[in-house]
């Protein structure tokens, strides 16, 4: 017994060390990118010997890179908004009436997931050629809506199905309508599920390239300037660049993590 | 009461089938109809620059006696095929120890297998060209260490980086369902199996791991699936030699503005995704995994 249990222990170590090693590859070529971002040569490269703030100078004054990165955080904006827009009325009614076909519809739903983006990209852009003035802001934003509808939807139909519906049979029963119910009761209630969902569409949309670079005509989302930029020259500044959004997305996803965990206390603590 | 409610539940079904109808609409023009105009298109051709819209399996011919995208398929299948079974030996013993030893410490875990994720593909491959490059960080460590004498030229622009880019960006995908279906597995199976005398490892290979299959099959798919249609990693990290099917596409379409005969190559991507996908879900319930 006690030999399975020092035999327990070292597979133990053993499992705790490979993790360690798998961590270390998920986040090696991230750290590599922000280190570079602070090595003055102007061909990033080892060994690191002079370190400078100035890239994040440079690119945080280039105004391509600053138009294109708002191009993105509009797009990403609009994609992530129209996406969970459309998805909670369908998540609702999915999680919550019993509809025909439903199996059906649920794999309809969750089938641009497993299409390519580069496909999608392509047939977007057949589809797209003919209208005027679609390709460029607008199209990128339909592209990455179809993209995230799938996830949005999903997210939200998950958190509904294991919502209390008692809360709403009380409202109900309480008097109160639809409408009221639904703003008052589901929707705050939905919030953390809702700030998930737009969170995962907004982080897509941001980073996607392919689907973006087939429909988005003359104008150009970061992806697309930093795929641009590669072709030509290697230059810190997209490692400075990196380093920010890195930084601001890492920063995003915990706060929300707080945020949520909060909220999830706060009701336990109401509750009690 | 009880026939208020049913009776209000079968009204109320009549008019809730509207609220997904925005969604349906959406997907029907933006997603069905592009990828029928792509079908459309794979069966016309082109002919001294203009499009001859004309039904015919000219592309599907040209395709089958083309040795350079045959190739491409094939490397594209293969690539596909050993990113995907790297991924899941490399994730199942890290949703094993997030699911199973990582105690308070869970959710920080999961989020960091999730957090390189959420930087952009052309990021992520960026890095991996600065870390696998002739002169990039590992080749630098690995001469002025002293291990190996010349810097290794195969690192980068070579089938291997591809699969090196692909697995790095896929392996979430795999760690995450594998830990969805781990953490379905009781501790209490696993102690009972040890009471019963099997070895850690044991209980491990004959307990957790085919409960853990419906995870396992999901990871393996999309993986499989994703890296099948994956554009950017074999661009930046392949090289121009050795293309994927992906890259033919996009070739097609940019270079030689053939439309018709990148849609055909993008139809046979898709039914093969499309075989995979149904072949699947033959034998594991939808349910099951999501």
Not at chain 2, 101 to 129: E, N, Q
């Amino acid at each position: 017994m006690i030999g399975a249990e020092r035999k327990a222990g070292r597979s133990g170590w053993a499992l705790g060390f490979y993790t360690a090693l798998i961590y270390g590859f998920f986040y090696l070529p991230i750290v590599t990118l922000i280190l570079f971002a602070f090595d003055a040569k102007e061909v990033p490269g080892l060994p690191l010997k002079d370190l400078t703030l100035g890239w994040f100078a440079a690119a945080l004054s280039d105004r391509q890179l600053l138009a294109a990165l708002s191009t993105s955080v509009w797009v990403a904006l609009l994609s992530a908004s129209l996406a969970v827009l459309l998805a909670m009325p369908a998540a609702l009614a999915l999680a919550w009436v019993r509809l025909p076909a439903k199996p059906a519809i649920l794999g309809f739903i969750i089938a641009p997931m497993v299409v390519p983006h580069l496909v999608l990209g392509l047939g977007l852009l057949l589809l797209f050629r003919p209208v005027p003035g679609i390709l460029g802001v607008a199209g990128v934003v339909i592209a990455h809506t179809t993209l995230n509808l799938c996830y949005a939807t999903m997210i939200l139909y998950s958190h509904l199905l294991g919502f209390q519906r008692s809360l709403v049979e009380a409202a109900r029963d309480l008097g109160a309508s639809e409408i009221r119910m639904f703003w008052e009761v589901v929707l705050p209630l939905s919030a953390p599920a809702i700030l998930a969902a737009f969170l995962m569409s907004f982080t897509l949309s941001f980073g996607e390239f392919v689907a973006a670079w087939f429909v988005a005509g003359f104008e150009r989302t970061l992806p697309i300037e930093i795929w641009a930029w590669l072709r030509h020259i290697l230059s810190p500044k997209i490692n400075a660049i990196a380093t920010v959004i890195v930084a601001v997305s890492v920063a995003m996803t915990i706060l929300a993590q707080l945020w949520i965990l909060r909220r999830r206390n706060g009701a336990r603590g109401g509750a009690a | 009461m009880l026939l208020r409610r049913r009776h209000g539940t079968a009204s109320r079904d009549k008019h809730k089938v509207s609220p997904i109808a925005p969604v349906l609409l959406f997907q029907t023009v933006f997603f069905v109809a592009p990828i029928g105009i792509l079908f459309v298109y794979s069966f016309w051709r082109m002919q001294d620059f203009r499009l001859i819209t004309e039904f015919s399996f000219h592309n599907y011919r040209e395709m089958a006696n083309n040795p350079l995208l045959i190739k491409a398929f094939f490397l594209s299948l293969r690539v596909a095929l050993v990113v995907t079974v790297v991924c899941a030996v490399l994730a199942f013993p890290i949703a094993y120890f997030i699911s199973k030893k990582a105690g308070r410490w869970k959710v920080a875990c999961l989020v960091a297998v999730i957090i390189p994720f959420w930087t952009s593909f052309v990021l992520r491959a960026y890095a991996w060209k600065l870390l696998l490059g002739e002169r990039g960080v590992i080749n630098t460590g690995l001469v002025s260490t002293g291990i190996i004498e010349a810097p290794l030229s195969y690192l980068l622009y070579s089938p291997f980086a591809t699969a090196i880019g692909l697995i790095y960006g896929f392996l979430p995908f795999m760690v995450m369902p594998i830990y969805t279906s781990l953490e379905k597995v009781k501790d209490s199976w696993i102690d009972a199996a040890a009471d019963l005398g099997a070895s850690p490892a044991r209980a491990t290979w004959e307990v957790t791991l085919p409960l853990c299959i419906p995870g396992l099959v999901v990871g393996c798919v999309f993986t499989f699936i994703f890296a099948l249609g994956e554009y950017v990693i074999p661009a930046m990290l392949g090289g121009g030699k050795d293309l994927l099917m992906a890259q033919a596409i996009v070739l097609e379409f940019e270079l030689s503005q053939n439309w018709p005969g990148g849609a055909a190559i993008s139809v046979v991507l898709l039914a093969i995704v499309f075989a995979v996908v149904a072949a699947v879900l033959r034998w594991v319930k939808m349910e099951e995994v999501l």
